[in-house]
């Protein structure tokens, strides 16, 4: 019988994961970064590191999409980025990504139970702003049938109070996270436990 001293590690990635000790200076540093703030190094942090100098590029894209930055001025808010990588990662059937954003956006929203109901249907709901329901709507379409977005989409997200720099920017973030969604389907990347903990609050 298998006991648990001799069960095999579980693998986190179909491709090899770059050892602690084998990582550039600049990419442990920023490990450390990350396990001080969040008290661990999420799984696709450690498999998508396997790219070396192409990780770095992509962190120095991706964040500031996901975050936003004070080097480029909008009006998406963190709680619409969060829903638009939610919708998306659902959207691809990327289980690591939607375990990580659900859990991002119900810290976001301070509500995890509503995270879970936008993973399960935008759609269907009620406390979505009329923003957010295009951005989700957008995310949809150009995830799934890109060459279904037109002008009229285009006036519907401007009439809700989107700049034309803040629809290029909520495009990118929807692109970016196909991206990753798809990187992280073919690495296979195991969903991190802590994911799966349950929220402080328990009414969330």
Request: overall charge negative.
């Amino acid at each position: 019988m298998t006991t648990l001293e001799t069960q095999p590690e579980t693998r986190i990635s179909r491709l090899k994961v770059p050892a602690r000790e084998d990582l550039s200076p600049t990419i442990a540093q920023f490990f450390e970064r990350t396990e001080e703030a969040e008290g661990y190094v999420p799984n696709w942090l450690k498999a998508f590191a396997l790219g070396g100098p192409g990780f770095t590029r992509l962190n120095a894209y991706l964040f500031p999409l996901l975050l936003g930055s004070p080097d480029s001025p909008s009006t998406l808010s963190l709680r619409e980025r969060d829903i638009v990588a939610t919708v998306v990662s659902v959207a691809n059937r990327c289980s690591y990504c939607h375990a990580l954003h659900v859990d991002g956006l119900g810290k976001v929203l301070g509500d995890h139970r509503l995270a879970h109901r936008v993973a399960l249907d935008h759609r269907e709901v009620a406390e979505l702003t009329d923003r957010e329901r295009l951005l989700s709507d957008l995310a949809i379409t150009l995830t799934h049938t890109p060459g279904e977005v037109s002008d009229a989409r285009i006036e519907e997200l401007r009439a809700v109070g989107l700049s034309d720099e803040d629809i290029y920017e909520a495009v990118q973030i929807i692109s970016i996270i196909n991206a990753t969604n798809r990187i992280s389907i073919a690495l296979g990347v195991l969903p991190d436990a802590e994911l799966f903990a349950a929220p402080t609050d328990p009414a969330q």
